[in-house]
């Protein structure tokens, strides 16, 4: 058939003979199916605004058959490619397939879906792939009389199905099992915001995706699994509505008949059911310890990681991720269920080069063997970043099964999504001292970090940086290395940067490097960064960004009195006072409300900041702070505070204010203990002595002792 021909079947479009129409939606129907060139060759000829006009028309006998054409054509169109589900939504489509699932005034509600059966499904269909594309436009959904239809027509179905005995199969079961699954797997693409997880909780939503789960119709199951995991994914109101929720024919809890499928014999039932449980377990509903998450969740992924089913193997990994993350106990379960080793061997077999005998991976025709490798790999990165994280003994693990290859050559992966996971991975390895000092700097990881630092991904770029930090810290033997590359002016270019991610990383690193650093390498940090540029960023609206800056500051200033008053002559001393005054200032508590007080972590950090610049034996800058009032009693007044650490900070003040040294050579020391006196410090830590901080209380002990030592003047 030529391309003429098409274009009759457009023509035929317009005709007034219904039996025409249909046969020419017949016939495009047919050619879209499955070929891509005919989808894009109909969309070219504006057979999407014919397709939606149609749906528009007035309920008919005749219009009924055209309108299931239509919606089945736009289903069509939809799946499998977002240019054409953007052509479909810019046509207005989504609103009229909405409107398919109003139903008719009818006594019997089962009556009223099976007049419009065929439609419902071919709508439901569209909508369904629709929305699969993360573009599309939703909008519509949450409009009243949709969410109210959708909630109808799920609800009748669930209800039936539930009800109907699983050993019979009907015309009705089939029709209203594949609705309901459409429906479900629509709800489950349409929970991106709080908000709209809200609208449809409350528009009733959640009670029949609960019954949907004791349909039998397996489809359906997995759909409505689908659908209360994205309700209840970082949403703990909605996640408690559903783990507490009952299926009207069970007594059974909502929670274990989900562990009942992720022990079901079908590898993408226990996928979905253990994702579902997993978003749930993140929300923090559930009461510790909810034992099922570590001895069938947690298990259930790493075996599934061995499934060459469909996508089954590319999502284990990156599900698994997502329950232990930033858990230390469930990464020692995650340890003990030998989670690790299995991550391992599975990104070893799909990092290695294909061989002429090696045996595809997975369904036919579900994607290329390169493309659904790359996906495993990266998601085997993340979640052994996730893995590594928090425990050394997990660290270690993962290095004794050899990752470290392919970990490196991941960073050189041609797909950035890999080379991200990749520094994901190496941040976390590198939070380990033993591992940086040999089997890091064995693998050459610096190398291939350091050229991310220039990748065209700015996300890359910000988690090389990231990952760099931890291999820029003093001991470090990559420290030289990464200097020698050039780092240091690129960390600057960051903490300049207008992204937020790249500025915080940047100054990071910046901050790692003059750790413990000598004055030197703190002179040519500073030759990039300067002192003026690193003022700005103390001044900064952003509290991360503060707190990041304080923090290089307390690096700089710690060491010999050389590298105090480098830091002293490079701010200026008043400029460096006022912005240590500022983060010290606490109101809370002392009737001034204007302004919210600093974060812990940034007077905190101003704290150390103090107590460095006062830990030299030079006198200078000891006087000079302590000339500030307003610094003197804010210092006096955090050691009240209600955390530990502030107050041990606060401790450490007092003792470098009050310390001299035995020779005498100090005589201002008398003096300053004394003005520490009169502020009622002395009888304040007497108070601190049975802090219930160890740490603080030794601190008081050493400062006790020193306003005993130090004669009055």
Not at 408 to 437: D, G, H, P, T
Not at 588 to 606: F, I, Q
């Amino acid at each position: 058939m030529t391309t003429s021909k098409y274009e009759e079947c457009i023509k035929d479009l317009s005709s007034s003979d219904d039996g025409k129409r249909l046969k020419a939606l017949r016939l495009i129907k047919n050619s879209v199916i499955g070929n891509k060139t005919k989808k894009e060759l109909f969309i070219q000829l504006g057979i999407v605004q014919w397709l939606v006009d149609y749906l528009h028309s007035p309920d008919t006998p005749t219009n009924y058959a055209l309108k299931v054409q239509c919606a089945t054509i736009l289903g069509s169109i939809a799946y499998g490619k977002d240019d054409n589900v953007a052509c479909v939504v810019q046509a207005g489509a989504v609103e009229p397939l909405l409107d398919v699932f109003a139903l008719p005034q009818q006594p019997d509600l089962l009556d009223a879906i099976r007049a419009k059966r065929k439609l419902l499904e071919a709508a439901a269909r569209a909508l369904k792939a629709i929305f699969s594309s993360a573009g599309a436009y939703k909008e519509d959904v949450f409009l009243e009389k949709h969410m109210k239809n959708i909630v109808v027509l799920l609800d009748a179905s669930a209800a039936y199905l539930t009800r109907e005995s699983q050993e019979t199969v009907s015309a009705d079961s089939l029709s209203l099992g594949m609705i309901a699954e459409f429906l479900a797997t629509m709800i489950a693409r349409c929970c991106d915001t709080e908000e709209q997880q809200i609208q449809l909780a409350s528009a009733g939503i959640i009670q029949p995706l609960i019954n949907l789960l004791h349909s039998g119709y397996i489809k359906a199951q997995q759909a409505a699994l689908e659908a209360l995991s994205s309700l209840g994914r970082e949403n703990s109101t909605l996640a408690e509505t559903i783990i507490h929720s009952k299926s009207i024919d069970s007594n059974q809890l909502t929670t274990a008949t989900m562990i009942d499928f992720v022990k079901s014999k079908s590898a993408s039932m226990r996928l979905v059911a253990a994702t579902c449980l997993t978003n749930l377990y993140r929300s923090g509903v559930f009461s510790e310890p909810f034992n099922e998450i570590v001895l069938v969740v947690l298990p259930a992924l790493v075996k599934l990681m061995k499934e060459d089913t469909g996508e089954v193997q590319e999502q284990a990994p990156l599900v698994l991720a997502d329950l232990i993350k930033d858990s230390d106990e469930m990464q020692k379960a995650a340890y003990d269920a030998d989670t690790i080793p299995q991550l391992a061997e599975l990104l070893i077999k799909v990092s290695s080069k294909p061989t002429e005998k090696e045996e595809p991976m997975g369904i036919p025709g579900a994607g290329s063997l390169a493309k659904r490798k790359e996906v495993i790999r990266e998601n085997c990165l993340i979640a052994l970043a996730a893995a590594t994280l928090l425990k050394e003994d997990c660290r270690s693990q993962a290095i004794d099964h050899k990752i470290l290859p392919q970990v490196v050559s991941a960073l050189q992966s041609e797909s950035a999504k890999v080379r991200l996971a990749a520094c994901q991975c190496i941040k976390s390895l590198s939070r380990s001292v033993a591992n940086l000092r040999t089997s890091l700097v064995d693998a050459g990881v610096a190398t291939p970090l350091i050229k991310l630092l220039y990748d065209e991904s700015i996300l890359v770029q910000s988690v090389a940086c990231a990952a760099l930090c931890n291999l820029t810290l003093d001991f470090s033997p990559m420290k030289k290395n990464i200097i020698d590359a050039g780092a240091i002016s690129r960390f600057v270019e960051f903490a300049r940067s207008p992204d937020a991610r790249l500025q915080l990383n940047g100054l990071w690193a910046l901050k790692s490097l003059v750790f413990k650093a000598d004055l030197g390498l703190k002179k040519a940090v500073m030759d990039a960064m300067t002192f003026d540029g690193l003022l700005l960023l103390l001044e900064d609206s952003k509290p991360e960004i503060q707190e990041q800056s304080l923090e290089t500051t307390r690096n700089l200033v710690c060491g010999q009195t050389e590298d105090v008053v480098f830091v002293i002559d490079g701010f200026g001393w008043e400029n460096l006072l006022n912005v240590l005054e500022t983060r010290l200032q606490i109101t809370s508590g002392m009737g001034v409300n204007d302004e919210e007080d600093p974060k812990p972590t940034l007077v905190e950090a101003a704290l150390y900041t103090v107590v460095n610049m006062c830990s030299v034996a030079a006198v200078e800058p000891k006087e000079m702070v302590m000339s500030r009032t307003n610094i003197v009693n804010s210092v006096v007044h955090l050691l009240s505070h209600e955390s530990d650490s502030i107050r041990l900070a606060a401790a450490w003040c007092v003792i470098n204010w009050t310390w001299a040294d035995a020779d005498g050579s100090d005589a201002t020391a008398a003096s300053r203990v004394q003005r520490l006196r009169e502020l009622g410090v002395e009888q304040k830590l007497r108070t601190m002595e049975k802090d219930a901080s160890l740490d603080v209380r030794h601190r008081v002990g050493t400062a006790l002792d020193q306003f005993k030592s130090v004669v009055d003047v």
